[in-house]
T-cell receptor, first 112, second 117 residues
Framework: QKEVEQDPGPLSVPEGAIVSLNCTYS??????FMWYRQYSRKGPELLMY????GNKEDGRFTAQVDKSSKYISLFIRDSQPSDSATYLC????????????FGTGTLLAVQP | GAVVSQHPSWVICKSGTSVKIECRSL??????MFWYRQFPKQSLMLMATSNEGSKATYEQGVEKDKFLINHASLTLSTLTVTSAHPEDSSFYICSNQDADREGNEQFFGPGTRLTVL
């Protein structure tokens, strides 16, 4: 079993839809949770960073962490064609090696 | 977010030659830098972790003599692919981490596409 599981998609939605992206994980030591967006042939861009459980909102993006269920989500409201990209979840435990464990990424296509 | 640059953005080389890729942290001091490779439609694969002034720590299966990493300063790390072969063709991405931040966010460069003929 992988430490982080993420549905690779592809996920296709119409413009304006609410998008829900999810990851599950198995390591209860993870405390830092991130979502990255990666456009084709570009480096990943940090979208959201959350520490421990709870919600965080930034514009059209909302990140949720449920540590009891080992489940994290990213919601995109009023999705736009420019949101079409691969979304990667990443997480790490406190201290130690500082390495991030990535999901495989979900390919999102927002149709105009 | 922090700004990370990579150079070159793409390179084509002949089999057997060596290629050097630079990764620069432009607006903060990166105590730790990471090198990843990414094959088409796959996720990031961590190759090695380097701390400034120390030898890099390589992931299992990554040949340290083939992928030479130097992290001589807090703003510059280099990855040299020695005696490159076609199977080394990939997208190489560096990321930087600031030890002063509580979290473990990594800020990625734009990537370097290497094609070995």
């Amino acid at each position: 079993q992988k430490e982080v599981e993420q549905d690779p998609g592809p996920l296709s939605v119409p413009e304006g839809a609410i998008v829900s992206l999810n990851c599950t994980y198995s390591n209860s030591a993870f405390q830092y949770f991130m979502w990255y967006r990666q456009y084709s042939r570009k480096g990943p861009e940090l979208l959201m960073y959350t520490y421990s459980s709870g919600n965080k909102e930034d514009g059209r993006f909302t990140a949720q962490v449920d540590k009891s269920s080992k489940y994290i989500s990213l919601f995109i409201r009023d999705s736009q064609p420019s949101d079409s990209a691969t979304y990667l979840c990443a997480m790490s435990a406190w201290g130690a090696t500082n390495k991030l464990i990535f999901g495989t990424g979900t390919l999102l296509a927002v149709q105009p | 977010g922090a700004v990370v640059s990579q150079h070159p953005s793409w390179v084509i080389c002949k089999s057997g030659t060596s290629v050097k890729i630079e990764c620069r942290s432009l607006d903060f001091q990166a105590t730790t830098m990471f090198w990843y490779r990414q094959f088409p439609k796959q996720s990031l694969m961590l190759m090695a972790t380097s701390n400034e002034g120390s030898k890099a720590t390589y992931e299992q299966g990554v040949e340290k003599d083939k992928f030479l990493i130097n992290h001589a300063s807090l703003t510059l790390s280099t990855l040299t692919v020695t005696s490159a072969h076609p199977e080394d063709s990939s997208f190489y991405i560096c990321s930087n981490q600031d030890a002063d931040r509580e979290g473990n966010e990594q800020f990625f460069g734009p990537g370097t596409r290497l094609t070995v003929l």
